[in-house]
C-alpha cells in the first residue's frame, strides 16, 4: 500500500506530531492563563493583570519571530532533520523551566529561550516539503501536516483542561516535555532524511515522481524580487496579528466575557482549532484543484471580517463563540496558504529563507495579543474595541490580496494552453 508513497510516512507524518506537540506548547498558555492558581502563583493580579498576560505571548512570539530568519540560514546550510532535533531539544528543557518557574519574571525568560528554540519550525517544513514533495501535491503536502497545527491544540484544549483540574499548572508543562522528549525526538532521528536521495526507504520510482516536473515551471527569480511574495508576507503579518489576537484570548473571551464554565469554554475552544483544521484541508485540496491560492486568500479575509462583525452583534453567547471560532478558523486556511506560496516563490536552494523571513510575521501576532490585553485594561475588561480592530486588520489583508487575483488568473490561462499552442514572449 505505501509502494510509491514512502515519503507520507517518513515525512509527512513525522512534521504532523512536530506540529502537534509544538503548537500545544506554544498555544497551550491560552487555557493555562485561565488558570486561578497559575495566575496566583506568578502574580498575574492586579489592575494591568491583562496587560501582563498578553506580554506573556508578545515575548515569546518576538523570540519566535526574529529567530525564523536566523534558522532559516541554519537549515539551508545544515539540513532540516538536523535543525529540527536540535530545536526539539531547545523547547523540551525550555518547557521543564517553565514549569519549574516560581515567578512571573523567569517564566518570561522561559517563554524567550522556547520561542527561540520552536522558530526553526516554519522554515524546517517548508524545507522538508520543497524537497520531498511533487510540485503538483504541494497544497495536500503543507495541509497535512499543517493538520497538526490545528488538531494539536483541539486535542491540546481538553488535554491541558483534565491536567490543570488533575493536578497543578506545572504538570502540564512537563506532561508536554516528555511527549517530545520521548516521541518527537526519535521519530525525527530515526525516520527522516533531508532529501529522498539520502533515504534507505525510498525507491527510484518514488524518487522520479518526486522530481518530475509538470512541464509547466518557469526558471524562479528571487523571492524577493517577486512583488507577490511581499503581498504574501504583508498578508501574513495581518493573519498572525489575527490568530495570535484570537487564538490566545478564545478563552479568557469564553470564560470573562460570555461567562462559559471551563468545560464549556474547553468545548468552544476545541471546536475552533477543529474549524481551522476544516480550513487547512479544505484550502488544501481546493488549492490543488483550482490553481487559485490567491483568490481563496482573498475569500478567507472576507470572511474572517464577516464572522468577528457577526461576534459583536451576536444575540447569544454561544453564537458568538462559535463566530470567534470560525474567525479564527478562516484563519487557519490563510496561514496554510501562506506556507504553499513559500514553496511557489521560492526554490530547494532558498526556500529556507524564504520560509525564514514569511515566519518572522509572526511578531505581529506577539503585538496582537500584548496590544489586546492592554485595550481590555483601559475598557474595562470589554473586548469590543479589541475585535473592532481585528476587523482592519481582515480587511487590510483582503486589500492586499486583491492585487495578486489578476496575474494568478493570467498564469492559469496559460498553464491551460497546449505546450504546442504556447508563444514565448
Given at each position: 500500500?505505501?509502494?510509491?508513497?514512502?515519503?507520507?510516512?517518513?515525512?509527512?507524518?513525522?512534521?504532523?506530531?512536530?506540529?502537534?506537540?509544538?503548537?500545544?506548547?506554544?498555544?497551550?498558555?491560552?487555557?493555562?492563563?485561565?488558570?486561578?492558581?497559575?495566575?496566583?502563583?506568578?502574580?498575574?493580579?492586579?489592575?494591568?493583570?491583562?496587560?501582563?498576560?498578553?506580554?506573556?505571548?508578545?515575548?515569546?512570539?518576538?523570540?519566535?519571530?526574529?529567530?525564523?530568519?536566523?534558522?532559516?540560514?541554519?537549515?539551508?546550510?545544515?539540513?532540516?532533520?538536523?535543525?529540527?532535533?536540535?530545536?526539539?531539544?531547545?523547547?523540551?528543557?525550555?518547557?521543564?523551566?517553565?514549569?519549574?518557574?516560581?515567578?512571573?519574571?523567569?517564566?518570561?525568560?522561559?517563554?524567550?529561550?522556547?520561542?527561540?528554540?520552536?522558530?526553526?519550525?516554519?522554515?524546517?517544513?517548508?524545507?522538508?516539503?520543497?524537497?520531498?514533495?511533487?510540485?503538483?501535491?504541494?497544497?495536500?503536502?503543507?495541509?497535512?501536516?499543517?493538520?497538526?497545527?490545528?488538531?494539536?491544540?483541539?486535542?491540546?484544549?481538553?488535554?491541558?483542561?483534565?491536567?490543570?483540574?488533575?493536578?497543578?499548572?506545572?504538570?502540564?508543562?512537563?506532561?508536554?516535555?516528555?511527549?517530545?522528549?520521548?516521541?518527537?525526538?526519535?521519530?525525527?532521528?530515526?525516520?527522516?532524511?533531508?532529501?529522498?536521495?539520502?533515504?534507505?526507504?525510498?525507491?527510484?520510482?518514488?524518487?522520479?515522481?518526486?522530481?518530475?516536473?509538470?512541464?509547466?515551471?518557469?526558471?524562479?527569480?528571487?523571492?524577493?524580487?517577486?512583488?507577490?511574495?511581499?503581498?504574501?508576507?504583508?498578508?501574513?503579518?495581518?493573519?498572525?496579528?489575527?490568530?495570535?489576537?484570537?487564538?490566545?484570548?478564545?478563552?479568557?473571551?469564553?470564560?470573562?466575557?460570555?461567562?462559559?464554565?471551563?468545560?464549556?469554554?474547553?468545548?468552544?475552544?476545541?471546536?475552533?482549532?477543529?474549524?481551522?483544521?476544516?480550513?487547512?484541508?479544505?484550502?488544501?485540496?481546493?488549492?490543488?484543484?483550482?490553481?487559485?491560492?490567491?483568490?481563496?486568500?482573498?475569500?478567507?479575509?472576507?470572511?474572517?471580517?464577516?464572522?468577528?462583525?457577526?461576534?459583536?452583534?451576536?444575540?447569544h453567547p454561544v453564537l458568538a463563540g462559535i463566530c470567534m471560532g470560525l474567525a479564527m478558523g478562516t484563519q487557519g486556511g490563510v496561514f496554510h496558504l501562506s506556507n504553499l506560496f513559500i514553496v511557489k516563490f521560492s526554490t530547494p536552494e532558498t526556500a529556507g529563507r524564504a520560509a525564514g523571513l514569511m515566519g518572522f510575521t509572526n511578531i505581529l501576532g506577539g503585538f496582537s495579543s500584548y496590544i489586546m490585553g492592554w485595550m481590555r485594561d483601559l475598557a474595562g475588561g470589554d473586548f469590543g474595541p479589541s475585535i473592532v480592530m481585528l476587523i482592519i486588520a481582515a480587511?487590510?489583508?483582503?486589500?492586499?490580496?486583491?492585487?495578486?487575483?489578476?496575474?494568478?488568473?493570467?498564469?492559469?490561462?496559460?498553464?491551460?494552453?497546449?505546450?504546442?499552442?504556447?508563444?514565448?514572449?
Amino acid at each position: 500500500m505505501l509502494k510509491g508513497n514512502k515519503r507520507w510516512l517518513y515525512i509527512a507524518v513525522p512534521i504532523f506530531f512536530f506540529w502537534f506537540f509544538g503548537q500545544i506548547d506554544k498555544l497551550g498558555i491560552s487555557v493555562i492563563q485561565t488558570d486561578p492558581g497559575f495566575l496566583s502563583d506568578l502574580g498575574l493580579t492586579g489592575a494591568d493583570k491583562n496587560a501582563k498576560i498578553g506580554l506573556i505571548t508578545f515575548i515569546f512570539t518576538i523570540s519566535y519571530a526574529v529567530s525564523n530568519i536566523f534558522w532559516g540560514f541554519v537549515i539551508d546550510k545544515a539540513g532540516p532533520r538536523k535543525t529540527a532535533v536540535f530545536g526539539l531539544f531547545i523547547w523540551t528543557a525550555t518547557m521543564i523551566a517553565g514549569g519549574l518557574a516560581t515567578s512571573y519574571e523567569m517564566f518570561l525568560i522561559s517563554r524567550v529561550i522556547l520561542g527561540f528554540g520552536e522558530g526553526m519550525m516554519i522554515p524546517v517544513c517548508g524545507k522538508f516539503i520543497s524537497n520531498w514533495f511533487n510540485q503538483r501535491e504541494l497544497g495536500r503536502a503543507q495541509s497535512t501536516w499543517l493538520a497538526g497545527n490545528y488538531f494539536g491544540p483541539a486535542c491540546g484544549a481538553v488535554i491541558l483542561t483534565l491536567v490543570l483540574a488533575t493536578f497543578h499548572w506545572e504538570a502540564a508543562f512537563f506532561f508536554l516535555a516528555a511527549f517530545n522528549l520521548f516521541f518527537v525526538i526519535p521519530m525525527f532521528w530515526f525516520l527522516t532524511r533531508d532529501t529522498p536521495e539520502e533515504h534507505y526507504a525510498i525507491d527510484k520510482e518514488e524518487l522520479a515522481y518526486i522530481r518530475k516536473s509538470d512541464g509547466t515551471e518557469k526558471p524562479k527569480k528571487s523571492f524577493a524580487q517577486d512583488y507577490r511574495y511581499w503581498i504574501v508576507w504583508f498578508g501574513m503579518l495581518m493573519s498572525s496579528f489575527l490568530f495570535f489576537g484570537i487564538s490566545i484570548w478564545l478563552p479568557t473571551y469564553l470564560v470573562e466575557a460570555k461567562s462559559f464554565s471551563r468545560e464549556a469554554m474547553t468545548g468552544i475552544t476545541s471546536l475552533s482549532w477543529l474549524f481551522a483544521l476544516g480550513f487547512v484541508l479544505s484550502c488544501g485540496f481546493l488549492a490543488d484543484k483550482t490553481r487559485r491560492p490567491s483568490l481563496l486568500a482573498t475569500i478567507l479575509f472576507s470572511l474572517t471580517a464577516v464572522f468577528l462583525t457577526a461576534a459583536i452583534f451576536a444575540p447569544h453567547p454561544v453564537l458568538a463563540g462559535i463566530c470567534m471560532g470560525l474567525a479564527m478558523g478562516t484563519q487557519g486556511g490563510v496561514f496554510h496558504l501562506s506556507n504553499l506560496f513559500i514553496v511557489k516563490f521560492s526554490t530547494p536552494e532558498t526556500a529556507g529563507r524564504a520560509a525564514g523571513l514569511m515566519g518572522f510575521t509572526n511578531i505581529l501576532g506577539g503585538f496582537s495579543s500584548y496590544i489586546m490585553g492592554w485595550m481590555r485594561d483601559l475598557a474595562g475588561g470589554d473586548f469590543g474595541p479589541s475585535i473592532v480592530m481585528l476587523i482592519i486588520a481582515a480587511s487590510l489583508g483582503f486589500i492586499a490580496y486583491i492585487f495578486t487575483i489578476k496575474k494568478e488568473a493570467a498564469e492559469l490561462r496559460i498553464e491551460q494552453i497546449p505546450p504546442n499552442r504556447k508563444v514565448i514572449v
